[in-house]
């Protein structure tokens, strides 16, 4: 484990000079992770560990909190402080895709403009939406395999390593590929990637194939790999590859439903976050998982039945759950 108080590691050739002044100069980032719930705990936990000034902006009011990752010692952050948020060099957006709007709208205002905003979420087309208030800032997308679950309030459990692609948004975010070895340090492994939305995309697919169904049928992943959900499972991929090609990403349907199977063989015995969501009668990421499929497939023309059908099972369960 990394001592707190270590200086991270910087390749110096993936090193932005936007930064490098800001950087060096304090010998860690300040990084505040808006939205520490599951996810965000465990890169803060990581990230403080690694040395980083990190502040937590959550919904609760108060001005301190404390994470513990599983049995160690809790760790205290400080909480909804303006100041940590007008020095930031990062902001981590860890809310879940549908509460990014109303995350970022009262915080954008206390940033510099050199802040790098980093949105690491489930589904496509949040940032989007709120490109306008975000966009003088250099804006990253992140899609993370780790697992984390919330046992209490205060608690965070590692439930599953995995790998984190980060990639740029919009061209001022295009030299700031040194904070994938910043991020690594901390929580390995990290890469940059040139063309994150095509890593979306494929993320994209195979939540469409197993979230919906495992939300609608209440099971684990594993349970997809029955014979009964085959069919469903390959035109779920076909609908989705085709709106990927039209939408000028590569798609090949075999190799989509591969990794969707090899998906659920190895995340057999968990529980997806739609099936958790369904079942503790919490808003689901559907919109901007199968949803943001279907409004990309009717701007584009393309037919997606099946999706549609699992799009309107879903939200039928939202609805009778408010
Ligand atoms: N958990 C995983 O293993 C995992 C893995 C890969 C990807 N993801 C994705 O990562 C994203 C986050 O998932 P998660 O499991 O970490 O969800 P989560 O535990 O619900 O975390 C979201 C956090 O954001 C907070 N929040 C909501 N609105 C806020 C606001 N306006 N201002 C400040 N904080 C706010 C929530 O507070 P409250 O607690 O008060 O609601 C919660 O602490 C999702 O898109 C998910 O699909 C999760």
């Known amino acids: 484990m990394v001592p707190i108080g270590t200086i991270f590691y910087f390749n110096p050739f993936h090193f932005s000079l936007c930064f490098a002044h800001r950087i060096l100069g304090t010998k860690s980032m300040n990084i505040v992770v808006l939205g520490p719930g599951a996810i965000g705990s465990l890169w803060a936990i990581h990230l403080k560990k ?17 994470i ?8 205290l952050f400080d909480n909804r402080n303006t100041q940590a948020l007008s020095q930031a060099d990062l902001v981590l957006v860890t ?7 109303h995350a970022i709208k009262p915080i954008i205002q206390h940033l510099d403009s050199d802040c790098m905003l980093m949105f690491m979420h489930n589904g496509m087309g949040a940032v989007d939406r709120i490109y306008h208030l975000v966009e003088q800032h250099p804006v990253l997308l992140a899609t993370t395999t780790h697992g984390a679950f919330r046992p209490s309030a205060n608690r965070v459990n590692h439930t599953g390593l ?18 994938a070895d910043v991020l690594n340090h901390a929580q390995p492994e990290v890469f940059w990637n040139q063309n994150i939305k095509q890593a979306l995309w494929q993320k994209l697919v195979v939540n469409c194939a197993i979230n919906p169904l495992t939300g609608i049928e209440q099971c684990q992943n594993g349970q997809l790999a029955n014979q009964e959900y085959q069919t469903t499972i390959e035109k779920v991929v076909s609908e989705c ?29 968990n529980y997806s976050s739609m099936y958790q969501d369904v079942f503790y009668n919490r808003t689901t990421e559907i919109d901007f998982i199968t949803g943001y499929l279907l409004e990309r497939a009717k701007c584009l023309h393309i037919a997606t039945p099946v999706n549609a059908e699992l799009y309107q099972q879903i939200k039928a369960k939202e609805l009778s759950e408010n």
């Open 162 to 179: 995995g790998q984190t692609q980060v990639g740029a948004f919009n061209d001022k975010a295009q030299q700031c590929e040194f904070i």
């Open 241 to 269: 590859a085709d709106v990927m090609n039209a939408d000028g990403f590569k798609a090949d349907k075999q190799t989509l439903l591969d990794t969707v199977r090899k998906v659920i063989v190895a995340t057999g015995k």
């Open 68 to 75: 513990q990752l599983e049995d160690k010692p809790p760790i």
């Open 95 to 101: 809310v879940k895709v549908w509460q990014v709007e």
């Open 50 to 66: 690694a040395g980083h000034n990190v502040s937590l902006w959550g919904n609760k009011t108060q001005s301190t909190d404390s």
